[in-house]
């Protein structure tokens, strides 16, 4: 069965330097997602992707974060200058159709820890 | 905000059936009711939706009320495996998206 999968498992930065998060969608799907999960909270929307570009982001996403399809296959998320709050974990998740009914299907997620 | 209200915690036999509860009483007439579950830390899982009719699936079964303002999870014979947070979400779409909103779900114990 296909799936996202998503690398590395777990990164581990000091404060101020740049990560890149990377996710392989499901390879017939077009939209793309990234959500993070401070420990012991929910989940959270960050942004959505489709075509090229970003079709909606949430107040979490500011200037620090920065996403792209660098290639048919990769999705990226970058956090350009992380900060201690940003350490969470960071779902990709990827869907066919922003069709109504259409399934996202998440991936395993990378633990970021900043230091 | 998630539009859906869940109770935070429930206990269930293991092998017996797990019967989740789920009140989402400003949904639209077109929006649907979409259920995960997160183990651990991993990835929210995919269970189950539905519009208005009752699903199922090799996983679990979604029934619907005919008003759609509540629906009820049912895991029929849950295992130890099971224990899990389960988010009840209803997508919201808009602009050119259709995010998930998650709230805090109902954490299920299955216990032995």
């Known amino acids: 069965e296909p799936e996202v999968t998503q690398t590395p498992s777990h990164q581990v930065t000091q404060m101020g330097q740049e990560v890149i998060l990377r996710c392989v969608p499901i390879?017939?799907?077009?939209?793309f997602y990234w959500y993070r999960q401070i420990l012991g909270q929910k989940v959270e929307f960050l942004v959505s992707?489709?075509?090229?570009?970003?079709?909606?982001k949430s107040e979490i996403f500011d200037d620090q974060f920065s996403v792209e399809r660098p290639d048919g296959s990769n999705f990226t998320l970058k956090i350009r200058s992380t900060k201690l709050e940003d350490s969470a974990m960071y779902f990709c998740?990827?869907?066919?159709?922003?069709?109504?009914?259409?399934?996202?299907?998440f991936g395993p997620g990378t633990r970021l820890t900043v230091l | 905000d998630a539009k859906t209200t869940q109770p935070p915690s429930m206990d269930c036999a293991e092998g017996r059936a797990a019967n989740l509860p789920c009140n989402h009483s400003?949904?639209?007439?077109?929006?649907?009711v979409y259920w995960y579950r997160q183990i651990h830390s991993q990835g929210p899982q995919y269970i189950i939706h539905g519009l208005k009719n009752n699903e199922t699936n090799e996983m679990a079964s979604l029934i619907i009320t005919e008003d759609r303002k509540s629906s009820t999870l049912i895991l029929p014979h849950a295992t130890l495996r099971d224990t899990a947070v389960y988010y009840c979400?209803?997508?919201?779409?808009?602009?050119?998206?259709?995010?998930?909103?998650f709230g805090q779900g109902t954490t299920l114990q299955v216990k032995p």
């Open positions: 979400i209803v997508r919201v779409y808009s602009g050119n998206t259709g995010k998930l909103i």
């Open positions: 400003t949904i639209s007439g077109n929006e649907y």
């Open positions: 390879s017939n799907h077009l939209y």
């Open positions: 998740a990827s869907t066919r159709d922003r069709g109504i009914g259409d399934t996202q299907y």
């Open positions: 992707f489709y075509n090229n570009e970003i079709s909606e």
